[in-house]
């Protein structure tokens, strides 16, 4: 069964960083992208962009370019997005998502991670 | 990159009654678009994929059909668990995807 697994909520202050994980589980971490989508408090979905875990290679949609940097570490399956220079406007949720074979579908999603903006 | 209008923003259905929703992308997405059911506080739900194929385990009241720029989502027979947000996501170029803006669906 495949399985992502975030880590929990986070508090950053304006201007710092915040790093959130993504544990993958009942497949090979290596054999598919991992998405990352932002919602923020009542609002739709947003694509951040993709890492390809093999390469190391990623995507980013134009808007999270400077914002978020994607990483993973094959050796522990974990998939991590790092925000930076945070401000209000990054207090959302963060969600880990991977493909259905063969389509461009999100087929398995964290549960989220609440990243919350205070000083 | 493509943009995706999703209509209506919001829908309120009795009990029973067909419902449908719609999404029309900036240019041809070749049917590269998912349907997305989400409830307060959970993850989204994939119900249907590449325009008109049923995720395993979704109600076959839940039917997607379209092509080109032009897609929709019809439920038949709301329920009152069918209450949510439902979106939908293209990703037919280059792996960039695009989430339309929502729709709220209420029972009423």
């Known amino acids: 069964e495949v399985q992502l697994q975030q880590s929990g909520p986070e508090v950053g202050r304006p201007g710092s960083s915040v790093k959130i994980s993504c544990k993958a589980s009942?497949?090979?971490?290596?054999?598919?992208?991992m998405n990352w989508v932002k919602q923020s408090p009542g609002q739709g979905l947003e694509w951040i962009g993709w890492?390809?875990?093999?390469?190391?290679?990623?995507d980013y949609a134009e808007k999270f370019k400077k914002k978020a940097t994607l990483t993973a570490d094959t050796s522990s399956s974990t998939a991590y997005i790092q925000l930076s220079s945070l401000t209000s406007e990054d207090t959302a949720t963060y969600f880990c998502?991977?493909?259905?074979?063969?389509?461009?579908?999100?087929?398995?999603w964290g549960q989220g991670t609440l990243v919350t903006v205070s000083s | 990159d493509i943009q995706m209008t999703q209509s209506p923003a919001s829908l309120s259905a009795s009990l029973g009654e067909t419902i449908s929703i719609e999404c029309r992308a900036s240019?041809?997405?070749?049917?590269?678009l998912a349907w997305y059911q989400q409830k307060s506080g959970k993850s989204p739900q994939l119900l249907i994929y590449?325009?008109?194929r049923l995720q395993d385990g979704v109600p076959s009241r839940f039917s997607g059909s379209g092509s080109g720029t032009q897609y929709s989502l019809k439920i038949s027979g709301m329920q009152p668990e069918d209450e949510g947000d439902y979106f939908c996501?293209?990703?037919?170029?280059?792996?960039?995807?695009?989430f339309g803006a929502g729709t709220k669906l209420e029972l009423k």
């Open positions: 590449a325009a008109n």
């Open positions: 890492i390809d875990p093999e390469y190391g290679s990623t």
């Open positions: 240019e041809d997405i070749y049917s590269n």
């Open positions: 998502a991977r493909e259905l074979p063969g389509s461009a579908a999100f087929a398995y």
């Open positions: 996501l293209q990703g037919s170029k280059f792996l960039m995807y695009t």
């Open positions: 009942g497949y090979t971490f290596t054999d598919y992208v």
